[in-house]
């Protein structure tokens, strides 16, 4: 079997499932017959719910991983752990006969082998393109990671369920047009360098305004509301955490530079409307600068900044210093996810320089996002009209789905320090 084509096999979706309902059903159970004290029933619903959380787990792994720049690996035990974990609550409290040794190895066999398919997957190449020349340079370019292979003539591939990118707004001759209808209906992809782009780098390139392939110039609200429940939710369920652990921070805070706790700031929020955005103070005290651009720069975190104290450090690096932005989500100025608040300075600066850039506050600001998750902290003009288009596509595609991709990379972006300043 040709690689290409074994790799599809194992990442077609009938495959994934069948072998993770045979692993997730047929490991527990089979332990069960070593086990002469469970009963039927207690093997019954042991199963069940091991094949249920598996199959989920799957589902949710396969949309989560459909979007761009996801690690594969890092989110296969996060979810299962959330679908088994759920499962046995969803077991304990309707007060049902289940065992936790069925379902642990259900969990173990279905966790170890989605590594195995992801290993195998990565191991037999990268993802191939097959290209209609003419206007698709900028897409290898920002893309290089992928099998690129250029179309020499007019002729559909020959491998089966290939992916053809062309540029549709490029004037191609009659004949590979042609051949662009013919390869559709023969069951090949057939995708528009715009929309590759966007998918396969995380971001919404900007034109005009009208081309800037947003589709529409509103979110989805109708998500918005339900998030907005959500960030409630999070911020009671936050409360006994957090009257734990603020007073230590405050104390650590004070006795390490003295002078106030709390660093307030004026950043531009919702639908352009300025807040003051709390947090630890992580730099030495400072009068504000009265300049415009003495501010803008003041408002600007260089690498190894001479003005972040001991305690600070280790805040920004494990981000404990934005926990204080909980009481702004619970005020609604901001959420836990969306694109950063800039400090006013910054934002007028963007405004003036960056087109569309006041757009990106349709949404609430947030205290992590798919920029920060990708890019991590910018300082200068050119990084934030690439984080713009970071914050463009999260506007398009603004859903629970990429909210939970973003948590999941946001822990991992804690754990490895990535892109703090």
Known sequence: MHVNQSRRMFQSLRFQIVAILVVGG??????????ILLSANTSQNSAIGSVTAALA???IYRRMTAYPGTMAFAYILPVFVSTYGLAIAVLFFTRLEYSGSMLLVGFLASVVFTFLLALVIERRGVARFYVVPGGIDDLIRDAPRFEWVTLRQPLPPEERGATIVANLHWDHDSAWERMLAEAALKGHAVYHTKQLHESLTGRVRIEHLSENNLGSLVPNFAYDKVKRLGDLAACVALLPVL????????????IDSGGPVIFRQVRMGYRRRPFTMLKFRTMTDRLPCEDPEEARNDAVTLHDDSRITRVGRFLRRTRLDELPQVFNIARGEMSFIGPRPEAMPLSDWYERELPFYSYRHIVRPGLTGWAQVNQGHVSELADANEKLQYDFYYIKNFSAWLDIVIIIRTVRTVLLGFGWR
């Not at 047929?26 to 086990?35: E, I, T, V």
């Not at 009257?243 to 004070?254: C, D, E, G, N, T």
């Open 57 to 59: 787990a799957l589902i």
């Open 26 to 35: 047929l490991a527990p159970f089979f332990l069960s017959h070593f086990d």
């Open 243 to 254: 009257i734990v652990v603020l007073p230590v921070i405050a104390i650590a805070v004070r």
